[in-house]
């Protein structure tokens, strides 16, 4: 998708400068066809917008590695992953319409909060060596996994407003973008292994069991500033309905922090005659500040909508716009080794996609 949006963004973006360059006259495109930046008196417009989104943050939360029993279950690796789902964000933002030809100052908001939890129960698995005294070997584990996200977006920008005919126009627009993104994976585990000797008349059993419970949480939180640039382009089909889209593109600069937590408790005991004798009992905590970076974060965005205006009273318009977008941050996350040890890098996207809906109060 992002590699087909951005040849797309730099087409829509040059064409735009270009058409930009000519706001002050107007200048003959064809024969019945003109280019020009409208005059228009000062007004307002304030926008609200809901979105239902889906984060790409998959998480591989446990692997299991050659388990124990493997060479005599024939259990093979396997790895527990965290999958996504759709999440209900918010935008907001205001622009004023300066006297003139068609300039305008835009501020805007957005902002989406998501959390997705999963649990797996491994499979009890088990055999018995048929020797004397018979030995008898098992394993099982529970695993469970929480990702949380927290994505603001705030923009500055100036835009000219550029009419090409009755039915097609441009608004290229240049300003600023700050973005914070905020990541912490948690991943629990809950992993029993179980050796039992078959002693035989009163002696019975005696059993030896290694109980591991532990949790990690993985945070990369990033915050970044830079410039960044596009254009919207709307088509008038008439009687009050439009197709909009919009192509942007950003260049923010920050820091990445980056910490891990956890915890450990390994468990081992024997037990013999119906008694359970605690062997060790040892637990370890990590609380690490692993790094904190500064990165250069490459950011894209893009929708396409369907719009229709009706005019409520003199100098006041409403809007209704529904359409679907999409945005990605380039390596902005950083992901735990645990998510990321089958790849060539521990940096992936942050990627959202999905529906959204917006409403636009337009104040003359």
Same mark, same amino acid.
């Given at each position: #998708?992002?590699?087909?949006?951005?040849?797309?963004?730099f087409l829509v973006l040059s064409s735009a400068a270009a058409l930009a360059a000519q706001t002050n006259n107007s200048m003959p495109m064809?024969?019945? #066809?003109?280019?020009?930046?409208?005059?228009?008196?000062?007004?307002?417009?304030?926008?609200?917008?809901?979105?239902?989104?889906?984060?790409?943050?998959?998480?591989?939360?446990?692997?299991?590695?050659?388990?124990?029993?493997?060479?005599?279950?024939?259990?093979?690796?396997?790895?527990?992953?965290?999958?996504?789902?759709?999440?209900?964000?918010?935008?907001?933002?205001?622009?004023?319409?300066?006297?003139?030809?068609?300039?305008?100052?835009?501020?805007?908001? &957005?902002?989406?909060?998501?959390?997705?939890?999963?649990?797996?129960?491994?499979?009890?698995?088990?055999?018995?060596?048929?020797?004397?005294?018979?030995?008898?070997?098992?394993?099982?584990?529970?695993?469970?996994?929480?990702?949380? &996200?927290?994505?603001?977006?705030?923009?500055? &920008?100036?835009?000219?407003?550029? +009419?090409?005919?009755?039915?097609?126009?441009?608004?290229?627009?240049?300003?600023?973008?700050?973005?914070?993104?905020?990541?912490?994976?948690?991943?629990?585990?809950?992993?029993?292994?179980?050796?039992?000797?078959?002693?035989?008349?009163?002696?019975?059993?005696?059993?030896?069991?290694?109980?591991?419970?532990? +949790?990690?949480?993985?945070?990369?939180?990033?915050?970044?500033?830079?410039?960044?640039?596009?254009?919207?382009?709307?088509?008038?089909?008439?009687?009050?309905?439009?197709?909009?889209?919009?192509?942007?593109?950003?260049?923010?600069?920050?820091?990445?922090?980056?910490? +891990?937590?956890?915890?450990?408790?390994?468990?081992? &005991?024997?037990?013999?005659?119906?008694?359970?004798?605690?062997?060790?009992?040892?637990?370890?905590?990590?609380?690490?500040?692993?790094?904190?970076?500064?990165?250069?974060?490459?950011?894209?965005?893009?929708?396409?909508?369907? #719009?229709?205006?009706?005019?409520?009273?003199?100098?006041?318009?409403?809007?209704?716009?529904?359409?679907?977008?999409?945005?990605?941050?380039?390596?902005?996350?950083?992901?735990?080794? #645990?998510?990321?040890?089958?790849?060539?890098?521990?940096?992936?996207?942050?990627?959202?996609?999905?529906?959204?809906?917006?409403?636009q109060l337009d104040v003359a």
């Amino acid at each position: #998708m992002i590699k087909k949006i951005i040849p797309a963004l730099f087409l829509v973006l040059s064409s735009a400068a270009a058409l930009a360059a000519q706001t002050n006259n107007s200048m003959p495109m064809a024969s019945d #066809m003109n280019l020009i930046a409208p005059h228009q008196e000062g007004s307002w417009s304030f926008g609200l917008q809901a979105s239902h989104l889906e984060p790409d943050t998959d998480y591989n939360y446990f692997h299991l590695a050659d388990p124990d029993l493997a060479p005599f279950t024939g259990d093979s690796d396997r790895t527990y992953t965290l999958g996504t789902d759709y999440n209900w964000g918010w935008g907001a933002d205001i622009s004023y319409h300066f006297p003139g030809n068609g300039r305008d100052v835009n501020l805007a908001f &957005t902002q989406l909060n998501t959390s997705h939890s999963d649990s797996a129960t491994d499979p009890s698995r088990g055999f018995t060596i048929p020797t004397s005294p018979a030995i008898s070997l098992s394993q099982s584990g529970k695993h469970s996994a929480e990702v949380d &996200t927290n994505y603001n977006a705030a923009d500055l &920008t100036f835009g000219q407003l550029i +009419e090409i005919g009755q039915r097609l126009s441009l608004h290229p627009f240049a300003g600023l973008r700050y973005a914070s993104i905020d990541y912490k994976a948690k991943a629990n585990e809950d992993d029993t292994y179980s050796i039992s000797i078959e002693l035989g008349g009163e002696d019975g059993p005696i059993s030896f069991t290694d109980n591991t419970k532990g +949790e990690s949480t993985w945070e990369s939180d990033f915050q970044g500033l830079g410039p960044r640039f596009g254009s919207d382009a709307e088509v008038n089909l008439g009687n009050g309905f439009s197709l909009r889209s919009t192509l942007g593109l950003s260049l923010l600069v920050g820091d990445l922090d980056v910490r +891990e937590k956890g915890s450990a408790n390994e468990l081992f &005991t024997v037990t013999w005659r119906g008694v359970t004798t605690i062997v060790s009992d040892q637990t370890t905590d990590t609380n690490n500040e692993i790094q904190t970076n500064t990165r250069v974060v490459p950011e894209a965005d893009a929708k396409l909508s369907a #719009m229709y205006t009706t005019y409520v009273d003199n100098g006041y318009s409403l809007s209704f716009e529904a359409g679907y977008q999409v945005t990605n941050y380039f390596d902005a996350v950083q992901n735990s080794v #645990m998510s990321t040890q089958d790849t060539s890098t521990q940096y992936s996207n942050y990627f959202i996609q999905g529906p959204y809906a917006r409403v636009q109060l337009d104040v003359a």
